[in-house]
């Protein structure tokens, strides 16, 4: 108890702080867009998109100290990745659905630009993530086999990943915001040190600030 006490004090010190300077804690949702740019036995390929999502909460803090306009925001997101990709395995075709889900952290460096009474604003913003791979579980078939391997096996994709991101949108209202992104991923996520995976996705959504 002695000890917890002056940790709840520096918390909520920390938090009247934070209050202080107009953060902002919110909730958004994406659809992703996701692919891979891949390298396997030195071979290119060109996977198609998987369709996923992302969602989680979201935080907002002005930063006048910069220009007036310009934030920092940050996520904690649930994001659902992956690609698919089709090619053949001697004389049999073979497709691969790959599904990872990641704990994802992204921190942003935006400005914003009101106009119309400060009731709509266009915003742009651009920074790193860093992400863990959770969970996942492939879908792969080879001629008439089907398997299910889990994505973040030794043989398939390691858990860490890091990247930069740029994002563009509306904001209405002060809680309303709409916009679209783009995430590189800057690190070789292949198991194998021969081939060479990095994720790449686009998504769309909107947010809303309390």
């Given at each position: ?5 002056p ?8 938090a009247?702080?934070?209050?202080a ?7 958004t949702?994406?659809?992703n ?16 998109m998987?369709?996923?999502?992302r ?7 002005p ?5 007036d306009g ?10 659902s990745?992956?690609?698919?990709i089709?090619t053949?395995?001697g ?5 691969s659905?790959?599904?990872p ?5 992204p921190?942003?460096?935006?400005y914003?630009?009101d ?5 709509v604003?266009?915003f742009?913003?651009?920074?790193p ?8 579980t492939?879908k792969v ?5 089907s398997t299910?391997?889990?994505?973040f096996?030794?043989?398939r ?5 890091f990247?930069?991101g ?6 209405m209202?002060?809680h309303y915001r709409i916009?679209?992104g ?15 995976i ?10 809303y600030?309390?």
């Open positions: 108890m002695k000890k917890f006490l940790l709840l004090s520096v918390s909520l010190l920390l009247s702080a934070l209050s300077q107009g953060l902002r804690y919110g909730i949702g994406a659809m867009a996701s692919n891979f740019a891949m390298e396997l036995n030195d071979l290119s390929f060109n996977p198609d998987r369709v996923g999502f969602a989680g909460f979201r935080m907002e803090m930063a006048p100290f910069i220009y310009f934030y920092f925001d940050g996520e904690l997101l649930l994001s990745k992956g690609a698919k089709d053949t395995v004389e049999e075709s073979a497709k659905t790959v599904r889900y990641y704990l994802e952290l921190i942003h460096i935006g914003r630009y106009f119309g009474g400060g009731n604003g266009i742009g913003s651009f920074g993530y860093v992400a863990m791979g959770l969970f996942g492939d078939t080879v001629g008439s086999t299910k391997p889990d994505t096996s030794d043989e994709l390691k858990r860490f990943d990247g930069v740029l994002r563009a949108g509306v904001a209202f002060d916009y679209v783009y995430d590189w991923g800057l690190i070789n996520i292949a198991q194998d040190s021969d081939n060479k990095n994720n790449r996705n686009f998504y769309v959504g909107a947010s600030m309390f």
